[in-house]
């Protein structure tokens, strides 16, 4: 079975333009989180969905936005990107949004903000 | 808000030895979960082992064990006859019905062959 894919792995955006990250999760998994991962801030919550439905959201802006598809593929979006929105973004499935389901991680979206 | 911290931000073991990476918390909640993970330097991020809070018995999976203490809010990881694979960053994590996963600021493992 194919593990969680993300695209694309690397991106270099300037401030102000805005970018979309996509997940797809592993055949089956209906749930789909995503984080944020940098130096300093470590790793961070960014949203949960499960089928279709936002189920938790983080403490970040509103210019970071989210969805989920039918086919439980996930896609964020980054407006008005910042430079510190320069992270490893990860996305994570699992086959429901139980507590206790083991999320299954991606390889991440590097994104460089210059 | 629940926290995890992490006081060791660097680690390093020899081959084959024993290492325990530090973890605590602070809830108020009752019913949650604990996890640690591993990221590799390749990045992908993999569950190691997860204790669930009601669950009195330690979680064991192969070389690797948890010493939980919940009154403490301790949750060490221990990993036994160290092998190089395991040199990567070890992320402790909580989770419960009311909060999203949160993680620690991670300890860097270093194996030393």
């Known amino acids: 079975k194919a593990g969680v894919t993300q695209t694309p792995r690397y991106l270099i955006k300037t401030r102000g333009q805005q970018v979309t990250l996509s997940c797809s999760p592993i055949?089956?998994?209906?749930?789909v989180s995503w984080y944020q991962q940098t130096p300093g801030q470590g790793l961070q919550f960014l949203f949960e969905y499960f089928s279709e439905t936002q189920r938790n959201k983080g403490n970040f802006p509103g210019r970071f936005s989210g969805r989920q598809f039918s086919n439980s593929r996930s896609e964020m979006n980054v407006s008005t990107l910042e430079l510190g929105d320069s992270a490893l973004y990860l996305c994570?499935?699992?086959?429901?949004?139980?507590?206790?389901?083991?999320?299954?991680f991606g390889p991440g979206t590097r994104l460089t903000v210059l | 808000a629940q926290t995890v911290t992490q006081s060791q931000p660097e680690m390093s073991v020899q081959e084959a030895e024993t290492v325990t990476l530090s973890c605590t918390y602070d809830t108020s909640e009752s019913d949650y979960y604990l996890f640690w993970y591993k990221q590799p330097p390749s990045r992908q991020m993999i569950l190691v082992i997860r204790q669930e809070a009601y669950k009195q018995q330690n979680a064991t999976e192969n070389r690797f064990s948890v010493n939980f203490q919940k009154a403490a809010k301790s949750f060490s990881l221990k990993i036994s006859d160290s092998q190089l694979g395991d040199a990567a960053m070890y992320f402790c994590?909580?989770?419960?019905?009311?909060?999203?996963?949160?993680f620690g600021k991670g300890t860097r493992l270093s194996v030393i062959a």
């Open positions: 055949s089956g998994h209906r749930s």
């Open positions: 994590a909580y989770r419960s019905i009311n909060t999203p996963l949160v």
């Open positions: 994570a499935s699992s086959l429901t949004a139980g507590v206790n389901n083991e999320q299954f």
